[in-house]
């Protein structure tokens, strides 16, 4: 049997990551499934990213798209992959990192502040089977 550990106590899940072309595009077909925006949009250099969080009948879904010049979204919108990653709020990301590389996963990007979250740190994990999570450090958390 497949050891299938829960994720630590006290991570919350915030939202899907969803890459795409056209910000504009893909949120007027969200509106037809009943979401509708929450805050503003958000550019993020260090990231090479805009987005936008949009909330309805489902989970919370994270917007975005390639800054001009940027590539960070490329490889999942070449392979036709627009949901991609799974955002959980924890309180501590080395502990959440270490968590992660304890069951196989691999760092895709380092700790590094992110315009949406207030400058929190983010980072990326992939796992074996090629999921992968977005940690969202909350220590310093104010309007996340």
């Known amino acids: 049997m497949v050891d299938l550990q829960k994720l630590p106590e006290g991570y919350e899940f915030h939202h899907v990551g969803y890459a795409t072309g056209s910000i504009e595009r893909e949120r007027q077909f969200f509106e037809y499934m009943g ?23 489902g989970p919370r879904v994270e917007l975005l798209e390639n800054l001009p010049g940027s590539v960070t979204l490329t490889p999942w919108i ?39 979250f207030g400058l929190c740190r983010i980072s990326f994990v992939m796992f074996p089977n090629r999921m992968m999570l977005e940690f969202i450090e909350i220590r310093n958390k104010v309007n996340i």
Do not use: T
């Not at 805050?39 to 009948?57: H, K, R, W």
């Open 35 to 57: 979401y509708h925006q929450e805050g503003e949009l958000f550019v993020d250099p260090v990231q090479g990213i805009s987005g936008c969080f949009l909330v309805g009948p």
């Open 78 to 116: 070449d392979a036709g992959i627009k949901m991609y990653h799974f955002a959980y709020l924890v309180e501590d990301i080395d502990s959440a990192i270490n968590w992660a590389r304890a069951k196989r996963a691999k760092m895709i990007v380092e700790p590094v502040p992110a315009v949406a």
